[in-house]
Nanobody
Framework: QVQLVESGGGLVQPGGSLRLSCAASGSIFSWYAMGWYRQAPGKQRELVAAITSGGSTNYADSVKGRFTISRDNRKNTVYLQMNSLKPEDTAVYYC?????????WGQGTQVTVSS
């Protein structure tokens, strides 16, 4: 089992940047596929970006070219660098770890993009 703690959210102006972090503990982090999801009020949770244990990445079309997911297995941490933020990026961002058909979620961190 793995425990996840997100950090780095906050209020930012349109066009600004934030970097989210998700620290993992309790298991062998490098084995897990990791993902960032978000949920805006009244909407379903959606995939933002994912990275496999081998480092392959994929992104939602809405964030391609603006967001970058990365992982540091030495620090048991996955990151989401978010640039050129838009008001529609406002949501609670969640980290997910997946291994052997089991998923583990963090508690989420709020990102608000507003002037």
């Amino acid at each position: 089992q793995v425990q996840l703690v997100e950090s780095g959210g906050g209020l930012v102006q349109p066009g600004g940047s934030l970097r989210l972090s998700c620290a993992a503990s309790g298991s062998i982090f490098s084995w897990y596929a990791m993902g960032w999801y978000r949920q805006a009020p009244g909407k379903q949770r959606e995939l933002v970006a994912a990275i496999t244990s081998g480092g392959s990445t994929n992104y939602a079309d809405s964030v391609k070219g603006r967001f970058t997911i990365s992982r540091d297995n030495r620090k048991n941490t996955v990151y989401l660098q978010m640039n050129s933020l838009k008001p529609e990026d406002t949501a609670v961002y969640y980290c997910k770890a997946s291994l052997l058909q089991r998923d583990y979620w963090g508690q989420g961190t709020q990102v608000t993009v507003s002037s």
